[in-house]
């Protein structure tokens, strides 16, 4: 059984306790980001961009290890604007990687991703130790319908997965990853769907972060789990909860944190001890399995030509959007944070 992650209908408020730290989302998208309309006879160039994660911070360490960022860029070649997308955590990568255990022994998650568009492409910030490559031409009339995707896919698709579970290397997938990359993934899907043909000599290779487990046990809704009044068995499997995100608590430098994650990890594994998943807000036991966990990078190639999307074809998740104009309300993301 393949699950991916769900959509929603409404973005729920952030938890004023989540707090990005680093540094706030989006910070160069205007608070309201404007989600450009192009004249639909305009010429789009469309670029693929990656660069390491935190580049910011560490430079190109986490590159060396293929631990990239991915994002699109577009280039108005009638007017001369440039715009970046990309898709990530509104507060950072463990947020979304391990819950917080409060002092009354309850779980926070601060896990939600967005979108985030802003002006221009930054070409060294993303060629020096990156990507930066031209993948497609396409008109403005695509883009505003690929953009009318964007919003939708906003709207519904919330909450950032980090980890790709699997029954075995090269097996059988139980969970899929929700992050940067597959966000460029479907909007590239959504491109190909819409006609554009690509540059196929540009391979373009993804990370993901794999755990390989046997069948997973699903234990219940969230609600379900911490229900003060659930049975002995919920109550049990709420503090075996608890006590493993324990474990990830620390409030360590990233790099001395990622050390002690990988070694807990392992620990987890040498005493055979399951490892706790979160995923569209239930939680699953896996038993982990040789090789517990791998890092990997392989190529997703860009659409072939041939899949447009007709109205037979839209699937549910692309039911045509209500038009509520074409802003992306960084508001919505932390109603409690703007006035
Ligand atoms: C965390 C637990 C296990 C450690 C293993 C780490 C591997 C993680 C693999 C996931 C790849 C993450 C790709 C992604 O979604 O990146 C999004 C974001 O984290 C990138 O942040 P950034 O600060 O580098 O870039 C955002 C910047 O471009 C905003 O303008």
Redesign the pocket.
């Known amino acids: 059984m393949l699950y991916n992650s769900r959509r929603y209908t409404v973005r729920p408020q952030s938890n004023p306790f989540c707090n990005a730290g680093?540094?706030s989302?989006?910070?160069?998208g205007e608070p309201d980001n404007i989600m450009p309309e192009f004249n639909p006879g305009d010429a789009i160039e469309i670029y693929a961009l990656k660069?390491?994660?935190?580049?910011?911070?560490f430079g190109d360490v986490?590159g060396k290890?293929n631990?990239?960022?991915?994002?699109l860029g577009f280039k108005n070649l009638n007017t001369g604007m440039n715009y970046?997308m990309?898709?990530?955590?509104l507060f950072?990568?463990?947020n979304c990687?391990?819950a917080h255990v409060l002092k009354n022994e309850s779980i926070q998650w601060c896990n939600q991703?967005a979108v985030?568009i802003?002006p221009g492409i930054k070409d060294r910030?993303w060629s020096e130790n990156g990507t930066l490559a031209k993948i497609a031409t396409t008109t403005g009339s695509v883009f505003n319908s690929f953009s009318d995707w964007v919003l939708w896919d906003n709207r519904t698709g919330l909450f950032?997965e980090?980890w790709t579970v699997k029954d075995k290397p090269d097996g059988n997938t139980w969970f899929q990853?929700f992050?940067?990359?597959s966000?460029v993934i479907r909007a590239l899907d959504k491109f190909g769907r819409l006609g554009v043909s690509f540059n196929q000599s540009v391979h373009l290779n993804y990370?993901?972060?794999n755990l390989y487990s046997d069948q997973p046990e699903y234990l219940g809704t969230s609600a379900e789990v911490f229900d003060k009044s659930a049975n002995k068995t919920m109550q049990a499997s709420a503090s075996n909860i608890v006590k493993f995100y324990s474990k990830f608590q620390s409030q360590k430098k990233w790099e001395d944190l990622?050390i002690e994650?990988?070694e807990d990890?392992y620990e987890i594994f040498e005493k055979n001890e399951p490892f706790y998943l979160y995923y569209n807000d239930a939680y699953w036991l896996l038993n982990l399995t040789s090789p517990i966990?791998k890092?990997t990078y392989e190529e997703s190639p860009l659409p072939k030509p041939g899949r447009i999307d007709t109205i037979a074809k839209l699937t549910y998740e692309e039911s045509p959007l209500p038009k509520p104009g074409r802003r992306i309300d960084n508001k919505l993301y932390f109603e409690n944070r703007f006035p």
């Open positions: 680093v540094i989302f989006c910070p160069t660069k390491p994660v935190w580049q910011f911070k986490l290890l631990i990239m960022h991915d994002a970046t990309e898709w990530y955590e950072q990568l463990m990687t391990f991703g985030c802003y910030l950032y980090t990853p992050d940067c990359a966000w990370t993901k972060i990622a994650i990988i990890l966990a890092l």
